[in-house]
């Protein structure tokens, strides 16, 4: 036998009867190892993305619908399923379209398309124009009279609350997620004299600023009331009015009517980060909802509602709103695709709850950013005396939140809710509020997760895991202090 037959040579090669040397192995290639690889640079990019994705908007679409024709991705065997969620009858179910052809797409509905996709620039155009109006995202003038009257005269609710050791994700950009028992709570629950819950009833005229202050004398939400103006009540009214008239003609799947945060139906707008996409995007609504949604947002009435809440905002958390607008103004400028809400608003995204009954389940927003506020309205006919009270588990509060009134709170990190209404009554809700995945998506560089990671030298990761670790810290830092907001400091 030759010396240079590989049966001889090589374990595992055997030989035919013809005497062909073969092995099912030998043309088996091994790629050698990257030297480039780095498990910390592959481990920190799995922490900062944790929850992200998957948690966003968990209820929700993330992603804007790109054909703005259809209704629904799938139809529910009835409207509302029997609930009891609408004493208005809803709309009849939507016909399913036939779907076109895939292989020959016509004419007629390539123009169509070409028509929509020209029709969506203009409007994206015009609202970009819109929002900035010859000025930078967010810019709001705060007026020292009305800093000094309504923040030096405040008096403030004490709160156990350490802040310092609320617990938010590893990186910073997120809260965490808790899980809460799905039960409506009534007033007697709470503050009764067989409560075991021990929580303080603050009766709120809805009108007053009250800041609410942590155990280290940082303001950690606001109760922010409403302006100064006869007009107001008014003004809430005919924002209930709408939601009322316009909720028969939505469609509210399943996961829009009962969720983890209760039984109501309700719609997002905006722009978040989550819902598995990969970058920002406007949140999905179909072609119906988006229509009564842009009536909703053209209404005087919910464009008032959302700048009292951005300038209260502005107003008592000046340096948090600074990082707000820095960073979602550089977010909008990156990517004109994005439609802002409200040109008065420095807040993203939106949602109303339709109610008609609102009543929230203890829950957290934890997809938020830890830190940031949460501009909360309430809307309807109810008695805030007996019922709508917002509770602040954390900070162990019950508080009286009539009509029309608005409040800013760290949504993603106290848990909240609400106690009931009684069943001839309304309640709605206008919210506001950023997810702190946009946040992220612009400390990254505006690119994904893989992009950003690849390449970082030791150091690179080292510096990051520093800047996660003290980033609830340095977040917790742009709230104001009791002692500012009484010497009218300005920061």
């Known amino acids: 036998m030759s010396a240079q037959d590989p049966s001889n040579q090589v374990p595992g090669f055997r030989k035919t009867r013809l005497g062909t040397s073969f092995s099912p192995w030998h043309d088996i290639h091994v790629t050698p190892a990257n030297e480039a690889f780095n498990f910390d640079t592959l481990l920190l990019a799995g922490v900062e993305s944790e929850g992200i994705h998957q948690y966003v908007d968990d209820d929700l679409e993330a992603v804007d619908d790109p054909s703005g024709e259809s209704d629904l991705s799938s139809v529910p065997s009835s409207p509302f399923g029997g609930s009891d969620l609408s004493s208005t009858p809803p709309s009849p179910e939507p016909a399913l379209q036939p779907l076109p052809a895939t292989d020959a797409p016509s004419t007629r509905l390539n123009k169509k398309a070409r028509r929509n996709k020209k029709k969506g620039h203009s409007n994206r155009k015009h609202k970009r124009q819109e929002t900035k109006d010859g000025q930078a995202y967010g810019a709001y003038e705060v007026c020292p009279r009305v800093r000094h009257k309504f923040m030096r005269q405040s008096e403030p609710i004490d709160t156990p609350l350490i802040a310092h050791d609320v617990p938010v994700a590893s990186t910073g950009f997120i809260g965490q997620a808790g899980a809460f028992p799905k039960k409506e709570y009534v007033l007697d629950d709470l503050v009764g004299p067989a409560s075991t819950f021990g929580i303080q009833l603050v009766k709120w005229d809805g009108h007053s600023a009250i800041p609410i202050v942590d155990s280290a004398g940082?303001?950690?939400?606001?109760?922010?009331?409403?302006?100064?103006?006869?007009?107001?009540?008014?003004?809430?009214?005919?924002?209930?009015?709408?939601?009322?008239?316009?909720?028969?003609?939505?469609?509210?799947p399943k996961k829009r009517r009962r969720h983890r945060r209760g039984r109501f139906a309700v719609l997002s707008f905006g722009v978040s980060f989550g819902g598995g996409q990969t970058r920002p995007c406007n949140l999905k609504n179909s072609k119906r909802n988006r229509k009564v949604l842009d009536e909703l947002i053209s209404h005087?009435?919910?464009?008032?509602?959302?700048?009292?809440?951005?300038?209260?905002?502005?107003?008592?958390?000046?340096?948090?709103?600074?990082?707000?607008?820095?960073?979602?103004?550089?977010?909008?400028?990156?990517?004109?695709?994005?439609?802002?809400?409200?040109?008065?608003?420095?807040?993203?995204?939106?949602?109303?709850?339709?109610?008609?009954?609102?009543?929230?389940?203890?829950?957290?927003?934890?997809?938020?950013?830890?830190f940031g506020w949460c501009a909360i309205t309430a809307l309807g006919s109810f008695d805030p005396t007996h019922g709508g009270h917002l509770i602040l588990w954390d900070c162990h509060l019950v508080i009286e939140f009539l009509a029309g009134s608005t409040a800013l709170i760290p949504s993603s990190v106290i848990a909240h809710s609400n106690t009931t209404v009684g069943e001839d009554e309304q309640r709605y809700s206008f919210t506001q509020y950023a997810s702190g995945g946009l946040f992220r998506w612009v400390s990254h560089g505006f690119q994904k997760d893989g992009a950003f990671f690849s390449g970082l030298s030791s150091e690179d990761i080292d510096a990051i895991r520093e800047q996660n670790r003290t980033r609830w810290e340095e977040g917790l830092s742009l709230l104001p202090t009791l002692a500012e907001v009484k010497n009218d400091v300005v920061v």
């Open 218 to 252: 940082r303001v950690i939400a606001l109760l922010a009331g409403h302006p100064d103006d006869a007009s107001w009540p008014k003004v809430a009214a005919e924002a209930a009015s709408k939601i009322e008239s316009t909720r028969g003609r939505c469609w509210f």
């Open 300 to 370: 005087d009435a919910f464009k008032r509602l959302a700048g009292f809440g951005s300038a209260a905002f502005a107003t008592w958390a000046p340096r948090l709103y600074a990082h707000y607008q820095e960073t979602l103004g550089a977010l909008f400028e990156r990517d004109p695709s994005l439609r802002p809400n409200f040109p008065s608003s420095i807040f993203p995204a939106a949602t109303i709850n339709f109610g008609p009954r609102t009543i929230c389940y203890k829950h957290k927003d934890f997809a938020n950013l830890p």
